[in-house]
């Protein structure tokens, strides 16, 4: 089902979540961070521009948002001018309000880094974020997570959880290196239910027929996210998509999750197949269907 907005534009990478009056929506943007605003999810959106940018950067990707002790931490990837998409860089702002104006914005890391979900458990604060490894068989971008001080510091070395393992996780062939496929693992939302904790994923290009929603599993409770051990699901060892592209959307993936009157939903985009006329450049929209969770398994429900 897509989202009813007041305006035809793109959302790429949707990233919702509740806030003060309502709810928040934060996309992809090539000058900055956009955002909408509705009183719940299921009304209608109301654009609010772009929330966050800096001066003589652009390509915002993939932005999600943390909410502590009355500050809410804004964190996204960017670029400076004429770069490659591999000088993305995560950076963090922090505001009194979901809408800004952000400031005392920190750069996290001097690598490719992308696609932040911050969460908190009982052994504190973790980001997880994606890297890439030439280092390995199926090289790319993979999911990893990191512990951290406070929501603007990072500490202690990245640990890896979800790795590239099939063909249809190729996002590109020889993209660097001739004879050497380019895999990609990405778009990481962490949740936990009912004992058993999830790492929700995109993998592939979201220009690929291959494009999807995958996930990993563990039937575990602890709170320290670098020692838990993911399995990423699949039907007998084979490619077996959450979600794809089907008979009325293609570029189906990156997505966030919410829980609102006791039911799960994916926030993810796609394409319609016949996307409406004034919708041209990006034509990925954001979408909502349900989720259901149950021993290490995740079913779908489109609406």
């Known amino acids: ?38 009183k719940t999810p299921f009304d209608a959106w109301e654009y609010r521009g772009n929330v966050f940018a800096l001066e003589g950067l652009h390509e915002y990707w993939a932005p999600c948002m943390y909410y502590e002790d009355g500050w809410y931490y804004l964190y996204v990837s960017c670029m400076s001018p004429n770069s490659a998409d591999c000088d993305e860089f995560l950076h963090v702002a922090r505001s009194r309000t979901p809408f800004g104006p952000f400031g005392e914005t920190k750069r996290l890391f001097d690598h490719f880094s992308i696609d932040p979900h911050v969460v908190k458990t009982d052994a504190g604060l973790f980001l997880w974020y994606c890297l890439d490894r030439t280092d390995c068989d199926r090289v790319g971008t993979r999911i990893f997570v990191q512990k951290m001080q406070d929501p603007m510091t990072p500490v202690g070395e990245p640990v890896e959880k979800v790795m590239p393992s099939c063909d249809e996780e190729i996002f590109m062939r020889d993209r660097f290196v001739p004879g050497q496929h380019w895999h990609t ?21 979201y220009q690929n027929d291959t494009y999807h929603i995958g996930y990993a599993s563990a039937k575990s409770t602890d709170p320290d996210l670098t020692r838990v051990v993911y399995e990423k699901h699949s039907l007998n ?3 077996d998509p959450l979600m794809i592209k089907n008979e009325v959307e293609e570029g189906v993936g990156h997505h966030s999750v919410i829980c609102y009157a006791g039911q799960y939903y994916a926030i993810y985009h796609a394409r319609d197949y016949d996307p409406p006329v004034e919708l041209t450049g990006d034509q990925r929209t954001a979408r909502a269907c349900k989720l259901y969770f149950k021993d290490g398994v995740i079913t779908v429900q489109r609406m």
């Open 1 to 38: 089902m897509k989202l009813n907005t007041d305006v035809i534009m793109a959302q790429p990478d949707p990233f919702m979540c509740e806030v003060e009056g309502g709810w928040a929506m934060y996309v992809t943007g090539k000058y900055g961070v956009g955002a909408y605003f509705a």
């Open 185 to 205: 693992i990405e778009g990481a939302f962490w949740l936990q239910v009912d004992g058993w904790q999830y790492v929700m994923y995109s993998g592939a290009c």
């Open 237 to 239: 060892g084979q490619f």
